[in-house]
């Protein structure tokens, strides 16, 4: 059994030198001095802080105080749902206090709550605020740091910090948790304090300190100066308060006596006791009534009232047979006795049927109370059960937000989700649970570096049968589309302001299965690539390989021309293409090798291939490769392999929330255009920005839910800042967001 803790409070209050008993901006709520257990809001402590020119801070600060005692006890949710409504509604208030004051006369404030149950105690803090927990021996301040903290009230507005509470309509809210043991001390505190004396010398006056003289030694640090502080000093509960704390957290649940209720309604000469058997039931029914309810002790209560019942209806029964039928006469009292039975028999059948009556009303209104009662303790215990899976999770965001490690954060934050999830179960319309959850998934999305895509651009759709765009390729307001499913490739234009696609009267397909071109007939179209000058290539265009082996080339002036390419016969199975400074390169996964074609003088690539890899390396499972002058190869697996000049360079993806799941395309270019590596991961419905030697920098990921599901191809201009991107059988276009890692060096 844990120790159950109880509390001793004391002020510091000291106004124009003078020391007083009490603070005057201090609430205490204590329902008893024993610290709640496990249900409820706790013991609720807050000290506000008001500061500027009016003369009536105390009447303000007695005003906040009640509104905060009464909001967060009566707003839904658990303890940090209460906190953040209190602590808004103070807000609300000091600001309509303001309205009509002159800007001169405005207060602005601050203040710390501190909510204990058990041995939790959660800290919820908005404008200047400060709160220090001694705890084993060492002394935490809430917040650790803030320029409430090192700037006289006067400065607070003029330096421009977080806004306090009175100035504007919403206020930021920081909530914190800690654990608390017996020998533990909570300071509720001005800043003045932490002004007045450093934490070294704070935590000399109340760490194991009992509460008289830590007040005292709090005293001697204020030297006069104007303070209050509550102070909460954390006890274990003695030996003999242990019965009174039992009864205390005890749940009564009101006992209904089955048997009295048919003894009111059976006459009074007609009651019998009710038989061991029966008895035993009826205290079956109590026991069942007293334990958490499940189907079985629905069904074994319900049995045991039925019973109970019969076990009565046989007693009654037995009373009008032994009324009914003859006893043992002399021949003296037969005359007698036949006058008298036809008397007996008509007031005996009039009771028995009075009998019988009334154990027809008792025993369905029993079978009735106790199913209601039933019903009332199972959804009590549903209520219950609610509050704490809301609570648990509450918690579990508030330690979150206050981890020093992300993995530890992320575990807590994704408990929370799993708790929400079952309190939806039993309450699947809460508001409440619903923006618990956005609070949850947006401080999951900030420690995750999620940046959100509210802009999606639909720019085509690719709707016939067998359509299955899977390359996107852009060089200035030129785009380029390749469908593997239909074996076509399509060129558009980008309009003027660059935001749609430009609507010509010329038929967007650039080539197709099928087509004559040269002395080919054009096969399947296995990938394209832009080729870009270099190594003598004179200009910079787009190459498609098909089925066939021939490499076509589009020209915007000359059109389409089939180029030479040497030493096809080597080619087992291409399956990708790429460029670099107008070489040529061909992967071939089962020939588990890269082909390096310089550019040669007739305008192709005629010299034989240069094997490009030095090791060996397996090919099955490449997805999509990229090349910067190193290469990176993406395998369905989510692994990334880094090579240059044919050698393995690590590359190590890190810091990433979750693995790569079912990616299908990778992007990069020389530094000078591109800075960073680019995956689409459609496993996970995200885009995935590295630095080019692996670290993770941000994920982009769709507003609307499940645009992402089925990403296959994306072109990235950094320049630009804008993504094109292939997801199911639309091209989309989008703004890439500013932030961490937007234009910043890549690393290579």
Known sequence: MSIRLKTATGHLSIVDGVARERAANVLTVEPSPLIPLGRGKGNLYVLVEVAGEGVERDEICQLLLETINKEYFRAPGGITAGLRQAIRAANAQLFRENRDRLTAERL????????????????GQAGPALVYAAHKGELTRYPETSPWLELPPSRWIDEGYVVPLGV?????????????????TIVLAETALARLAGQDRIARAVVYQEIDMALAHLKRLARGRD????????????????EEAEILEEEWVPAIEVESLVERVRPERERR???????ERVTAVGEALTSRLDLGGLLRTMGGVLVAGLAVLGSGVTTLFRRILPEAETPEQVPTRRVTQARRRTVTEAQGNKVLVALAIAIPLVVALLVGAVYLRWDKAREARFVELVEQAEARHALALTASDKPTARRLLHEAQGLLTEAQTLKPDDLAVSNLQEEIQASLDKINNVVKLYWLGALQRYDDPGSNPGRVIVSGIDIYVLDRGTDRVYKYLLNEVGDGLQDLDVDPVLLRKGDQRGDIVVGDLIDMVWMPVGSGRQTSNLLILESGG???????VFGLTVLPVGDKDKWRYPQLIGSYFGNFYLLDSQSNQIFKYLPTADGGYSNPPIPWFQVDVN?????????????YLLYADGRILKFMGGEPVPFEQTELDEPLRGPTAIFTKPDEETKFLYVADAGNGRIVQFSK????IRQFKAAEAGVFNQLKSLHVDEIGS?????????????NIPEGEGAGEPGGQ
């Open 108 to 123: 602005i404030g601050g203040v710390s709550c501190v909510a204990l149950r058990e041995s939790d105690a959660y800290i």
């Open 168 to 184: 504007r309509r919403d206020v930021e809210i920081d909530l914190f948790h800690c654990q608390v043991q017996p020998g533990d």
């Open 227 to 242: 303070c209050s502080a509550l102070l909460i000093e954390v006890l274990a509960v003695a030996e003999e308060e242990e």
């Open 273 to 279: 006791p009710v038989g061991p058997a029966a008895l």
């Open 550 to 556: 021939s490499l076509l080339e589009y020209d915007p």
């Open 619 to 631: 090919l099955a499972g490449v997805v999509d490769m990229a090349i910067d002058g190193y290469i």
């Open 693 to 696: 030697e692996g670290q993770f």
């Open 722 to 734: 804008k993504f094109y991107i292939l997801s199911g059988n639309t091209l989309y276009m989008a």
